[in-house]
C-alpha cells in the first residue's frame, strides 16, 4: 500500500508561481509512474501532468503546457508541480496520483490508471 500526501497548495495572485509536493511512502516509489490530476468546482477531475518511473518521460495537458513542470526525486520519493504564470483557471484541488502499471501512449492522461491518490491541495488563484 502506498500512501501519497500533497503540500504546497495556497493562495496566489494571477501570474504568480507556485510548487506542489506529493510524498510517497513505501519502497517501491521508484518504480511507480506518478501523475497530477486536478478538479475545480463542478468539474470532472482533469489530468494536468505525469512523469515515467525514470523521469525519462513527461507528459501535460495542453493548457498548462510551457507554464508548469512536473518533476520526481526518487531518493526523498517525492514528485513536484512547479506551476508558474498561474491563471484564474488553474483554480482547484491538485491531486497526486501514482500507479504501478507500465504506462505508454494515452495511459498517461487516464485516470483509471493511477492505483493511488493524495488527499488534494488547494490552489486558488485570484485576478
Known amino acids: 500500500q502506498v500512501q501519497l500526501v500533497e503540500s504546497g497548495g495556497g493562495l496566489v495572485q494571477a501570474g504568480g508561481s507556485l510548487r506542489l509536493s506529493c510524498a510517497a511512502s513505501?519502497?517501491?516509489?521508484?518504480?511507480?509512474?506518478m501523475g497530477w490530476f486536478r478538479q475545480a468546482p463542478g468539474k470532472e477531475r482533469e489530468f494536468v501532468a505525469a512523469?515515467?518511473?525514470?523521469?525519462?518521460?513527461?507528459k501535460y495537458a495542453d493548457s498548462v503546457k510551457g507554464r508548469f513542470t512536473i518533476s520526481r526525486d526518487n531518493a526523498k520519493n517525492t514528485v513536484y508541480l512547479q506551476m508558474n504564470s498561474l491563471k484564474p483557471e488553474d483554480t482547484a484541488v491538485y491531486y497526486c496520483?501514482?500507479?504501478?502499471?507500465?504506462?505508454?501512449?494515452?495511459?498517461?492522461?487516464?485516470?483509471?490508471?493511477?492505483?493511488?491518490w493524495g488527499q488534494g491541495t488547494q490552489v486558488t488563484v485570484s485576478s
Open positions: 513505501g519502497r517501491t516509489f521508484s518504480s511507480y509512474y
Open positions: 496520483a501514482g500507479s504501478r502499471e507500465y504506462l505508454t501512449g494515452t495511459d498517461y492522461y487516464a485516470r483509471r490508471m493511477y492505483d493511488y
Open positions: 512523469i515515467s518511473a525514470s523521469s525519462a518521460i513527461t
